[in-house]
């Protein structure tokens, strides 16, 4: 079983990261947009849409069945499994063609997956508080 400290560091940097990812999914089409007006080119920039989507997937599933055992509350999923499938259509279908669509799809889903990292880690708090007092 997971200690509470790896647990919460866990949830901490899933936040972190999808957060961040939300953020450059939000702020890389200005990026794009504005770049050449200074004479940088974004040729030859590895996509990595998909293995951030894995990642996150994997992060997610991990530290919320992790946190499900311990606060056995369903919430924290309910913004997590949304916010995958938003984040898996955007990077795994036609919408992945970086246009307004799939950055506004990607961001929420990043968002989301945010969310539920916040969610469970503050529910596994209260559940540790709550074994903690008489």
């Known amino acids: 079983m997971a200690t ?4 919460n560091r866990a949830d901490r940097v899933g936040f972190a990261a999808s957060f961040l990812c939300a953020l450059h999914c ?8 504005v770049l050449p007006t200074f004479g940088l ?13 894995v990642f996150a997937t994997l992060l997610g599933a991990t530290t919320l069945a992790i946190g ?9 999923w309910a913004l997590l499994l949304p916010g995958l ?9 036609p919408l992945h ?3 307004m669509v799939h ?12 969310g539920a990292h916040l ?8 559940a540790a508080a709550a074994r903690a007092t008489p």
């Open 41 to 53: 080119s974004v040729g030859g920039w590895v996509d990595i849409d998909q293995a951030v989507t």
């Open 119 to 126: 969610l469970n880690l503050r529910l596994t708090h209260a």
């Open 26 to 33: 939000a702020l890389l089409p200005l990026a794009l947009a």
């Open 97 to 99: 063609d970086h246009g």
């Open 85 to 93: 499938a938003l984040v898996w259509l955007g990077a795994f279908s």
């Open 103 to 114: 950055a506004a799809v990607m961001t929420l889903g990043g968002l989301m997956i945010a």
């Open 68 to 76: 499900f055992r311990r606060h056995r509350a369903f919430r924290a």
């Open 4 to 7: 509470s400290c790896n647990l």
